[in-house]
C-alpha cells in the first residue's frame, strides 16, 4: 500500500498527489495513529508530519490535501509547470493536475465543493493554461472547441470533448485538410514561388524592404563567458558560422556585450545556433506588446463557426528583419576566441516576437489582406468550404511575398 501513494524522486507535488487519487487514496479511511504509521509519503518532512496530525479517521486524500496546503500555504508555491506536452491523453492529464491544485486550496469545511478532480470546473484560468502549454500542432486548432453551456464545464467533460477532437482528427478530418495542404502547395506553384533549401542557412538570405530596426538598450552591460558546448556540435557550429558569416547574417565585433553560444540539435540531427540571452533579457527594458493573447484569439476563432481552418507560416520570419549597425554590439558572442554579432534579429531576445509581429501586421493591412488572425508569423484563415480558404490563402501568400516574406 505504502508504495502506492509514495512520491517518487523528483516528481512534482501535484502529479504525486493525482497519482495518490487515482491509486484509491479516498476510499482509503484512516486514523491518525494509522497514518503517522504509513512513513515518508512526500519526501518533505513537513508534509509527512502534516498528514498524520489529525486524530480523527479521515481519507488519505483529505490527509494528502491538507497537509500540503499547510506545508504550501500560498498557491504559487505549487504552480504546475510543465513543458509542452505531446499528446492528448498528457494533455488531459495536466488538465487533471490543474484540477488537483484548484483542490488543494479549496475550503475542506465547505460540502459544497466537489471532492473528485475529475468533478472540478474548468475555469478560464486553467484553460488558458492548458492551451499555452499545449504544442503549436494542437494550439490553433484547440481554438475550434467552443462550450455550449454557460456554466463552466467539469475537467472530465472537457476530457471527453478534447478525447472526441482528437479522434476526429484522425479520421475524416485528416483527409480534409490533406486536401487543403495540397491545395496551398499547388497554390505556391502558381504564384511563381520559390521554397526554401532544406537547411536554414540558405533561408535567410532574403532581408524584408523595412527600415533596420532600432531597439531598446539594456541598462547594464552584460558580459558572460562562453559555458562548455557538446563536443558533438563543434564541427557543425564552426561551419554554420562561417557560412551565415558569408552571407552576412553574422559578422566580426568588438563590444563589451558577450552572451554564451548555446547549440541546439534539432529533431532532424543537424544542429541550431543559438545563444543564450537570459542575462541580456534581464537587463533589457519593457516595450509595450503589440503580440494578442493566443487565448483571445482562440476564443475569436471560435466566434468565426467556419468549416475549414489553414495557417501560413512564415519561414524564418525573424532573420529576415534587419538590425540597426548601433543596436548589434549588445548581441555579442565569441566562437573560438573571435567575437561575432548578429546583423538581423536574433533567437532568443526577449523583444523578437513583438517587432516580427509589427513588421507583418501592416504589410498584410497595406495589402488588403481579406479577414484573417496573426499570431506573430502565424497567419489563420479561415471559411465554409476549402475552395474559399484556398482563395483566402493565395491572397495573404501574395501579400507576404510581395514584402519580401518567404513562406514554408
Not at 14 to 30: K, M, Q, V, Y
Not at 159 to 180: F, I, M, N, W
Not at 299 to 305: I, V
Not at 333 to 351: A, C, D, E, M, S
Request: aromatic residues 8%; proline residues 6%; contains cysteine.
Amino acid at each position: 500500500m505504502r508504495k502506492d501513494f509514495s512520491r517518487l524522486p523528483g516528481e512534482h507535488i501535484i502529479t504525486w498527489l493525482l497519482r495518490c487519487w487515482d491509486n484509491g487514496a479516498s476510499s482509503l479511511e484512516l486514523e491518525g495513529r494509522e497514518a503517522k504509521q504509513l512513513g515518508s509519503l512526500s519526501r518533505e518532512g513537513g508534509i509527512d508530519k502534516a498528514i498524520g496530525k489529525k486524530a480523527q479517521a479521515l481519507s488519505l486524500w483529505r490527509r494528502l490535501l491538507s497537509s500540503v496546503r499547510e506545508r504550501h500555504p500560498f498557491s504559487e508555491d505549487v504552480v504546475c509547470r510543465p513543458g509542452k506536452w505531446t499528446t492528448m491523453e498528457r494533455g488531459i492529464q495536466y488538465l487533471r493536475e490543474l484540477a488537483v491544485q484548484e483542490m488543494v486550496y479549496y475550503d475542506p469545511d465547505n460540502a459544497q465543493l466537489p471532492t473528485d478532480p475529475d468533478e472540478v470546473q474548468c475555469t478560464q484560468p486553467m484553460w488558458r493554461k492548458f492551451v499555452r502549454s499545449a504544442p503549436s500542432s494542437y494550439a490553433n486548432s484547440l481554438a475550434v472547441i467552443d462550450w455550449k453551456s454557460e456554466e463552466a464545464p467539469t475537467a472530465d467533460e472537457v476530457a471527453g470533448r478534447l478525447r472526441q477532437y482528437e479522434e476526429s482528427l484522425s479520421s475524416s478530418l485528416v483527409s480534409a485538410v490533406e486536401k487543403v495542404s495540397q491545395d496551398v502547395r499547388q497554390l505556391k506553384e502558381d504564384i511563381s514561388y520559390s521554397p526554401p533549401a532544406q537547411t536554414c542557412i540558405s533561408a535567410v538570405r532574403r532581408l524584408l524592404r523595412v527600415e533596420e530596426q532600432q531597439v531598446l538598450i539594456a541598462t547594464t552591460t552584460v558580459h558572460q563567458r562562453q559555458y562548455r558546448t557538446n563536443r558533438d556540435s563543434l564541427v557543425p557550429i564552426h561551419e554554420l558560422i562561417r557560412q551565415l558569416e558569408g552571407q552576412g547574417v553574422i559578422s566580426r565585433t568588438h563590444s563589451p556585450f558577450n552572451s554564451p553560444i548555446w547549440p541546439v540539435r534539432k529533431s532532424n540531427g543537424e544542429w541550431r545556433l543559438t545563444v543564450d540571452y537570459h542575462g541580456l533579457n534581464e537587463v533589457t527594458p519593457p516595450m509595450s506588446a503589440a503580440v494578442p493573447d493566443v487565448l483571445e484569439l482562440q476564443y475569436e476563432l471560435e466566434s468565426k463557426a467556419a468549416k475549414w481552418y489553414a495557417t501560413t507560416d512564415i519561414a524564418n520570419a525573424f532573420f529576415s528583419i534587419p538590425l540597426a549597425a548601433e543596436c548589434r554590439p549588445r548581441f555579442a558572442f565569441t566562437w573560438r576566441g573571435v567575437q561575432y554579432t548578429w546583423n538581423r534579429l536574433p533567437q532568443g531576445w526577449k523583444h523578437r516576437p513583438t517587432i516580427c509581429h509589427g513588421l507583418i501586421q501592416p504589410a498584410l493591412e497595406k495589402g488588403e489582406a481579406l479577414e484573417h488572425l496573426q499570431y506573430i508569423d502565424d497567419i489563420i484563415v479561415w471559411g465554409n468550404s476549402a475552395e474559399e480558404v484556398s482563395e483566402k490563402g493565395k491572397k495573404i501568400i501574395q501579400i507576404l511575398l510581395k514584402a519580401g516574406f518567404t513562406i514554408k
